[in-house]
């Protein structure tokens, strides 16, 4: 199993960036995927991650301004970013974990990319 990040970069504030996860090895239907991040926190934080019943749930800081979407023909994981804050500069990490598992949880998840930067400064 691999899960790649692509996207990241640099963009000012009020900006967009889309993050894209590939995942092969596995089909990521048959797993329950989910975007964290490591800001100046040690540890990592739920961005948005996907149900065992499929629906999406975010973060109050990320609520209105992220989409997480799923290609299952691509075997890819998205993140639309919109109105980026200072606080959203962090290193984004997609990962996949069995549906029955906590999707808030770090601990949950068995596979983990790489992980991107992305970085909001003027």
């Known amino acids: 199993v691999q899960l790649v990040e692509s996207g990241g970069g640099s963009v000012q504030p009020g900006g967009s960036l889309r993050l894209s996860c590939l995942a092969s090895?596995?089909?990521?239907?048959?797993?329950?995927m989910g975007w964290f991040r490591r800001g100046l926190r040690a540890e990592r934080e739920a961005v948005a991650y996907?149900?065992?019943?499929?629906?999406?749930t975010y973060a109050d800081s990320v609520k209105g301004r992220f989409t997480s979407s799923q290609d299952n023909t691509k075997n890819t994981l998205s993140l639309q970013m919109n109105s980026l804050k200072f606080e959203d500069t962090a290193v984004y990490y997609c990962?996949?974990?069995?549906?029955?598992?906590?999707?808030?949880?770090?601990?949950?998840?068995?596979?983990w990319g790489q992980g991107t930067q992305v970085t909001v400064s003027s």
């Open positions: 996907i149900g065992s019943d499929g629906k999406p």
């Open positions: 090895g596995y089909t990521i239907r048959s797993a329950c």
């Open positions: 990962a996949a974990r069995l549906c029955f598992f906590n999707g808030s949880r770090e601990a949950s998840y068995g596979w």
